[in-house]
């Protein structure tokens, strides 16, 4: 078993950097030879990766670091100023969006309970491929990156109403849908507190005392840790990964160690 998984790794790894180095040549962005490593490695084509779910959680690791890596760029003042595009747009193109798609497979002949599933599927967009190719362009601080950053966190956070209403609209209770959803906010604004507290008044001190150590490892390796116990605090709540590795980014943007 474990020497199947380092042959798909493997493979992966080795189709990926194939296909980077003859896209470079193309002058074709980098996101773009992932996707067509994974379509020839995967089973549909080569079938040199049988079994692509057992990568899913790996690879949500990437995105953990991708995350945290943008939310160094951010700090809480400058996300508070982004709170319209966050809110206003990133609210209006959710329900633009899922109402165009949602009332187009519904007239075409689809149930609503259908409608409203692929509607959620086709509204939100992938931040880990918006934000990296953002970072390439080196477009994050531009006007429309922020604007997109914005509307990628809101799309986050609208992604736990969809998969609330899955289960419901499935033939669970539809009582318990209010219940639900109030919950997940609620458990939504708790851990985000919880994140930008430990932010605040821990990491700061913590981050003193690995200073004094003066060792590149302890560093790299608190950082490590850091990021990664964020992620499994939201991820214990049924919260995207993704969004303890920004909130822990965007505290540890505000420090004296960003560039570090």
Known sequence: MEQQFFEEFLAIMCASLLAMVVLQRLRLPNIIGYLVAGIVVGPSITG????????????EFGVVFLLFSLGLEFSLPKLVALRSSVFG???IQVVFCSLVFGGSVWAWGTSLDAAVVIAGALTLSSTAIVTKQL?????????????????????DLAAIVFLILVPVLAGSDSSSLWGSLGWALLKGMAMVAILLSIGKWVL???????AQAHSEEVFLLSTLVIVLLAAWLTHSFHLSMALGGFVIGMMLGESHFKHQ
């Open 48 to 59: 040199w990766v049988n079994t692509p779910s057992d990568f899913a959680f790996l690879a």
């Open 89 to 91: 747009l990133g609210g």
């Open 135 to 155: 970072g390439e362009l080196q477009q994050i601080h531009s006007r429309h990156g922020q604007l997109s950053v914005g509307v990628l966190l809101f799309q």
């Open 204 to 210: 700061p001190h913590l981050y003193k005392e690995v």
